[in-house]
């Protein structure tokens, strides 16, 4: 079974950053793709950014360029670094973790997600 616990979340200006943490309860990043996925009331969930085990790294079209995922294998920790954030990516961001992480499945594990707010 593995845990997963965000923290980083909260509000922040329009062009303002964020960096979001998400902490494996063990060595996972070598088996398993990390995922950070975010909804919005009212929206349908969005894989917003993945790192798989080869540590590839995909982004939505929406964040490309603003959003860099990455990981801390000492730390057990994956990141979401979110530069110029604007109000659109207001949501509960969930970290997760899956051999594969797709738009089609639900992935295997979640975190409890991290409310981000962007507003001025």
């Known amino acids: 079974q593995v845990q997963l616990v965000e923290s980083g979340g909260g509000s922040v200006q329009p062009g303002g950053s964020l960096r979001l943490s998400c902490v494996a309860s063990?060595?996972?990043?070598?088996?398993?793709?990390m995922g950070w996925f975010r909804q919005a009331p009212g929206k349908q969930r969005e894989l917003v950014a993945q790192?798989?085990?080869?540590?590839?790294?995909i982004y939505a079209d929406s964040v490309k360029g603003r959003f860099t995922i990455s990981t801390d294998n000492a730390k057990n920790t994956v990141y979401l670094q979110m530069n110029s954030l604007k109000p659109e990516d207001t949501a509960v961001y969930y970290c997760?973790?899956?051999?594969?992480?797709?738009?089609?499945?639900?992935?295997?594990?979640w975190g409890q997600g991290t409310q981000v707010t962007v507003s001025s």
């Open positions: 063990g060595s996972i990043f070598s088996t398993y793709a």
């Open positions: 790192i798989t085990s080869g540590r590839n790294t």
């Open positions: 997760a973790a899956d051999y594969r992480i797709t738009t089609a499945q639900t992935p295997r594990y």
